[in-house]
């Protein structure tokens, strides 16, 4: 099993809608979560953490699910402006450096008009 | 404030030329790295840096070396290019864990 998955997509959703997708890691012992967002041919960008008890941040809402080992991003009433890669990031401290930074592949989300 | 800056932003390579990316940051970041970026490859870590003078190998370090001699630059080298080296490099920086990326640099290796 990848240490980090994310389904591909494309994910197709009117705007509008909400939309959402995981991300499942595979190491028990990961502490940090974030979720980034990457425009085509631009580089990736901070969206948000995740914490632990959930957090929003407008229509973004991003959780952690420990005990099933995956986190979730979810996007309400969708923009144009939303289309974009999400990438999840897993961190797990094995004794500094960036060793225990993973980036999922990301899932590639289109908003239709 | 410029944040992150890399140097080419695009390059042609002939099969064993070599070439130096620069990576510059103006934030005072300890932590420097180095991805690569290929289609369905999502981003690899070739080499990283937990400060000046430090470097340490990533995911994908073949091929690949490195330099921090000062703490705002970071420094990949290609002594000899090859093929599949054709990629979206990106450099990125950070303090903690947030982690800051640079507009990147498309190598074609010919």
């Known amino acids: 099993r990848k240490e980090v998955e994310q389904d591909p997509g494309p994910f197709n959703v009117p705007e509008g809608a909400t939309v959402a997708f995981n991300c499942t890691y595979s190491n028990s012992a990961s502490q940090s979560f974030f979720w980034y967002r990457q425009d085509c041919r631009k580089e990736p960008k901070l969206l948000m953490s995740v914490y632990s008890s959930g957090n929003e941040d407008g229509r973004f809402t991003a959780q952690l699910n420990r005990a099933s080992q995956y986190i979730s991003l979810l996007i309400r009433d969708s923009k144009l402006s939303d289309s974009a890669t999400y990438l999840c990031v897993v961190i797990h401290y094995s004794g500094g450096g960036a060793d225990g930074l993973t980036f999922g592949k990301g899932t590639h989300l289109i908003i239709q008009p | 404030n410029a944040g992150v800056t890399q140097t080419p932003k695009f390059r042609v390579l002939k099969t064993g030329q070599s070439m130096t990316l620069l990576c510059a940051q103006d934030?005072?970041?300890?932590?420097m790295y180095w991805y690569r970026q290929d289609p369905g490859m999502g981003l690899r870590l070739i080499h990283y840096?937990?400060?000046?003078?430090?470097?340490a190998k990533g995911e994908v370090p073949d091929g690949y070396n490195v330099s921090r001699l000062k703490k705002q630059n970071f420094l990949l080298g290609l002594e000899s290019a090859a093929p599949s080296q054709t990629s979206v490099y990106f450099c990125?920086?950070?303090?903690?864990?947030?982690?800051?990326f640079g507009p990147g640099t498309r190598l074609l290796v010919l």
């Open positions: 990125a920086s950070s303090l903690k864990e947030t982690q800051y």
């Open positions: 840096s937990v400060g000046e003078g430090t470097t």
């Open positions: 934030m005072n970041h300890e932590y």
